[in-house]
């Protein structure tokens, strides 16, 4: 049977408005609890702070749950939504989800991005019963992770690229076929978020709602095609490669992952770096903060790991980082791989 999944009904309200009467499991982190805890009327049973989303852990999770819990509420980034999208599916409950700053679209998706076997696997959870925007809590979130949701719409410039590619080479499967009208949507997405990325980096409301609005029409988009492509590419492989090693040392931001993969991916294709690398980091995208030799490192694997983890068709699936044409595309981002400095 298939579905075309919607988004989730979105409340736009002040945290302190929310009276929730049905006993409550919180699925949170320290800094996001700190911040919206203390405006919420909930009835508490349990309140857990995950810090993976290593399948064996969020059954775990699931498998704890007490009976009394009639909702899930997940509070915080990406890592507490999918938490409380795959607990509260789990166990047959409604889940309620409160970004404390526009980080991913994984707010507003019919699945959850868990880790299985080394790598990034989703799980069809259906969408949260709904979402709640304060924006006096988004708008006032660190710059670094704020508006940085705006690395999924970015995703486009690159996911489309792949797609084609391809498209070109016999490779995407019927139900992944490139679809001309989904490329003309998704590129128009993809353009808005050029032109509200330095507003988005000062924390304006208005830009914000515009990044929401974004977000919101390029999930019912792969809603509508029944997968991610316009939207997921090498960019996100890169991410899912990377992230084991940076997580080693502490928890990484998504948009830390994902906005050097984006530069990477681009200058595969041949796309010119500047304004793409411009508006990452006037939205508030850090392009810096991965280890130089885990760059190198992850993309002499990539390759492979595509194979091996039966990613849809790249242009990393071709690559090759002994390849001059190649390596001088690279160079583009600011990445040397000769000494392998960081982008």
């Known amino acids: 049977m298939e579905k075309i999944w919607n988004i989730p009904l979105v409340e736009v309200c002040n945290l302190s408005e929310i009276t929730e009467t049905r006993p409550t499991a919180v699925i949170t982190g320290n800094r996001a609890w700190r911040a919206v805890g203390s405006s919420l009327k909930m009835p508490v049973v349990v309140q857990a702070e995950p810090y993976t989303a290593n399948i064996q852990f969020l059954d775990t999770l699931a498998n704890g749950l007490p009976e009394q819990v009639e909702v899930v509420y997940g509070i915080g980034g990406g890592l507490a939504c999918d938490v409380a999208k795959y607990v509260a599916h789990q166990n047959g409950l409604p889940a309620v989800i409160i970004p404390t700053a526009l980080s991913v679209d994984g707010f507003f998706t019919a699945i959850a991005a868990v880790r299985k076997e080394g790598t990034v696997k989703y799980v069809e959870t259906g969408p949260a019963e709904k979402v709640i925007i304060d924006w ?28 084609r590619y391809a498209a070109e080479r ?174």
Request: proline fraction near 5%.
């Open 170 to 343: 016999g490779k995407n499967t019927q139900q992944e076929r490139y679809q001309q009208w989904a490329v003309q949507i998704a590129a128009g997405i993809a353009q808005q978020a050029y032109k509200i990325a330095e507003d988005i980096g000062e924390g304006r409301v208005d830009a914000l709602r515009n990044l929401l609005d974004l977000i919101c029409l390029e999930v019912q988009l792969t809603n509508q095609l029944g997968h991610n492509r316009p939207q997921e590419g090498s960019e996100q492989y890169f991410a899912y490669a990377i992230e084991p090693k940076a997580s080693l040392r502490a928890g990484v931001p998504y948009s830390d992952l994902v906005g050097p993969g984006i530069l990477i991916a681009a200058a595969l294709h041949g796309q010119t770096i500047k304004p793409i690398r411009d508006t990452l980091q006037s939205a508030g995208v850090r392009l810096g903060q991965l280890k130089p030799d885990d760059i190198v490192e992850t993309l002499r694997e990539l390759p492979q790991y595509v194979v091996d983890h039966e990613l849809p068709y790249s242009i990393v699936h071709e690559m090759d980082l002994d390849d001059e044409e190649t390596i001088k595309r690279l160079e583009e981002t600011g990445l040397d791989l000769k000494a392998e400095r960081p982008l």
């Open 136 to 163: 006096d809590i988004v708008a006032s979130a660190p710059a670094h992770i704020r508006g940085t949701g705006i690395t999924e719409i970015l995703s486009m410039t690159t996911g489309l690229l792949d797609w």
